[in-house]
Structure formats: C-alpha cells, structure tokens
C-alpha cells in the first residue's frame, strides 16, 4: 500500500506539522487508539489551538492537550 501526507496544519506559533496515512493507521490500529478513528478533527484541533508543551527526556519531541467536553468514556482531553 502507498502512503502518503494524510494532511498538514499549523500549530498555534505557526509551526507546520503533518501526520502520514501510516501514522494514523498506526494511531488508530485496534492494539493501539482505535477510539481515535472517529476523532480526526480533534487530533487536529488540539495542533492547531491546544497547548504546547516540549517534553522534558526527549527536547525535539512536543505534546499537544486541549479540553473537549463530548470525547467518550468520561475522557476530557485530547493528547496529540
């Protein structure tokens, strides 16, 4: 199977990130978050206005949060 940029967006500093059509089979593979696979306008929602944090052991790596009021099973944030 060919895989592709499944899509690029900025985030809130105008950073461009961008997620693969293998990333997100890997995201949404049923061992992995196969909660996510309905959820794809939240991923991007939370790069494009959520908070940005850079992770302590690994400084080229960030993580992204923001609250979402409807995610299932009592979950109230989104982590990117």
């Known amino acids: 199977m060919a895989y592709g ?15 693969t059509d293998e990333r997100w089979d890997h995201i949404i593979d049923p061992t992995n978050h196969p909660e996510l696979a309905e959820l794809e306008a939240e991923v991007q929602e939370t790069i494009r206005t ?11 790596k960030y993580r992204y949060s923001k609250a979402f009021g409807h995610l299932p099973e009592a979950n109230t944030h989104m982590w990117s």
Do not use: E, H
């Not at 940029?5 to 997620?19: A, K, P, S, V």
């Not at 959520?50 to 080229?60: A, E, H, I, M, T």
């Open 5 to 19: 940029r499944r899509w690029t967006i900025q985030d809130r500093i105008g950073n461009r990130i961008y997620l």
């Open 50 to 60: 959520g908070q940005r944090k850079q992770d302590v052991l690994s400084p080229q």
